[in-house]
């Protein structure tokens, strides 16, 4: 039930993609994960989509370089 109300600790933002950073513990280490979403209107309401056109790859890249330096910044916290 812990799982389904989870939010990730931080979120990258570039351009039109969301880099979401998750923290998990295991027994020995803790380590993160990062979800890459795309939010899009869709008539009054906002919705997100894990699918990425052409034009968004290299956006993408730039929100997972990103994520990569903060996870960086987090694990010497």
Do not use: C
């Amino acid at each position: 039930m812990e799982k389904e109300n989870a939010r990730p600790i931080d979120e990258v933002k570039f351009g039109s993609v969301v880099a979401s950073i998750w923290k998990n513990q295991s027994k020995d280490n803790i380590y993160y994960n990062v979800t890459f979403t795309r939010p899009y209107k869709d008539g009054e309401s906002w919705k997100r989509t894990e699918s990425f056109g052409r034009d968004d790859l290299l956006v993408a890249a730039k929100a997972a370089d990103l994520a990569h330096t903060r996870i960086y910044e987090l694990a010497k916290e």
